[in-house]
């Protein structure tokens, strides 16, 4: 490809967004297996794990031993970041000496309610004191928030909460707000809509996109989100993952698939997908279930037509 | 919708290409109650069946009967399209009166020979006469075009190729040319290199895309194409069918995907998602399987999250 359009910045969620979805519970050695193969594979921005409660969120049992392993063993420059829920979570990451973390909230009161039993405002004031910790103890630190495209209890939501909630998280010291369609309903047009107000009024490098598949139009969507400047994507290998508090929702989008299209346009993302197809079937084997990326199952002996 | 991008013309292609790909064979009363079905939910071009061998081909058996049956019943604007591969096909669609037809060929002339045991060149001389003769009798003809986007066993296809076949299709006096990713494997780059050229020696208005989401990137292509400024664009309601002569290939793009995304850019399609989704329920029945689309699977209780 002699074109170039510029880099993307992929962020791997499989480990975490991804795993803590599938029934299918595997240990820290599992966990750090595939971390391993992701960062062969190119990947430079993961989900390493959280720092949760096992009772809640079995398939994230022992973050601690994923960070102690890898810690010593990837290259210094890999981001892998944990989240943490709380006080509790934070103190835990910092014990383990973890240096990049992630808080998680959404636009929609009805979806957090739900959820973490606290109106969007209030988990807000919540993470203030984790942020600001993490930040005095030189960590990164990341904020989700979800159902920015739409909200399975609330429907459409306000531009005002958008940016509300993003300009929050940016003060109180987020280095990066990812935006997610967390179930998965934005159409193209919407992001272009979204993406076009909120770029008056936010940092656009510090924005990432955090799509799933659920109707098809994860791709679309990146790129639509492409098109208004944003250059970082959350993506999981595979399609790992979905969210369990929404219904409906399928996986996040297959990092496989997001590499192909936007290399194919002309982007740099440094990751392999001949290498990230391979690492589909590991997975196969380790979740004893298919899986569901469309690139994947469709065995590729060749990925591009299009080249001389 | 407020906005207004011009019209798309979709040619629903599951009651033919969709169905004969389905190991599940649907009696013609079935076949009826479909296409029925399609046309309740706006479709005005659709593929009724084929006038091929019934042991090469049970899942269309008796064709002839669906044409008798609908054409005393639906509105006489609807062109209800079958597939004839030879003299043989042609004459089983003039005897019962059928009034648009399609043929069959590729780029490829590995395709072709594997499939038809004919370079492309050689079916489209076997084509001649049945098009004319179609012609003569008054019938629409449809030209159908394979590995147009990549061959499983030449690849990359030349653009001269693509050229040379759609023209000579054309001049035969076919009124419309389908253009298919066969196998599923077009990047949008690869679509707009292609149409760019082919727009420059062939009709536009009577060029159809026809694609495979193989690869998850149908709904791309299609944006692609009509940003190209293909008008016309063929698909299969809830995704039925696949290519059986093309390892890898899955289904064709879901109609109602299709439908909801073009409609979400404005464009009018006068086809009804909701009564799309309700027939896919139908036709897992029918089937007894699930069926692929993931609009249908997200089973959407809001659709657009977009407007006020």
Redesign the interface.
């Known amino acids: 490809m002699s074109s170039n359009a510029g880099t993307i910045k992929i962020v791997e969620v499989g480990p975490r967004d991804g795993l803590q979805n599938e029934s299918k519970i595997l240990p820290p050695s599992d966990r750090i297996q595939l971390i391993e193969k992701l960062v062969d594979a190119g990947l430079r921005f993961l989900e390493g794990g959280s720092f949760v409660s096992p009772k809640a969120i079995p398939q994230m049992e022992n973050s601690e031993q994923v960070w102690e392993v890898l810690s010593g063993k990837i290259p210094e420059e890999i981001d892998l970041s944990f989240l943490v829920a709380n006080e509790k979570g934070l103190e835990r990451a910092t014990k383990v000496g973890v240096k990049s973390i992630a808080v998680f909230t959404a636009t929609s009161d009805a979806f957090t309610q739900k959820n973490i039993n606290r109106t969007v405002m209030e988990s807000i004031n919540d993470f203030r004191p984790i942020v600001k910790a993490g930040k005095a103890a030189g960590m990164r630190v990341r904020g989700y928030v979800s159902t920015v495209?739409?909200c399975p209890y609330e429907?459409?939501?306000p531009i005002e909460k958008i940016v509300e909630v993003a300009d929050a998280l940016l003060k109180m010291g987020c280095d990066e707000i990812s935006l997610g369609d967390t179930i998965?309903?934005?159409?193209?047009?919407?992001i272009k809509?979204v993406l076009s107000r909120l770029r008056s009024v936010l940092p656009m490098a510090r924005l990432a996109g955090h799509f799933h598949?659920?109707?098809?139009?994860a791709?679309?969507n990146i790129?639509a989100a492409a098109d208004e400047g944003v250059r970082i994507f959350d993506s999981s290998v595979s399609g790992l993952g979905g969210c369990p508090y929404a219904p409906?929702?399928?996986g996040n989008v297959?990092t496989e698939?997001v590499v192909?299209?936007l290399e194919?346009?002309?982007f740099h993302t440094g990751v392999d997908v001949e290498k990230l197809l391979t690492l589909g079937e590991w997975l196969e084997a380790k979740l004893a279930r298919p899986m569901r990326?469309?690139?994947f199952?469709?065995?590729?002996?060749?990925l591009?037509?299009?080249?001389?």
Do not use: C, I
């Not at 199952?297 to 060749?302: A, H, R, V």
């Not at 591009?304 to 001389?308: D, T, V």
């Open positions: 495209f739409g429907g459409r939501q998965g309903v934005a159409h193209p047009r919407q809509e598949d659920t109707r098809g139009m791709l679309m790129r409906g929702s399928s297959a698939e192909w299209m194919g346009f002309g990326g469309r690139l199952q469709s065995k590729p002996k060749l591009n037509y299009f080249e001389a």
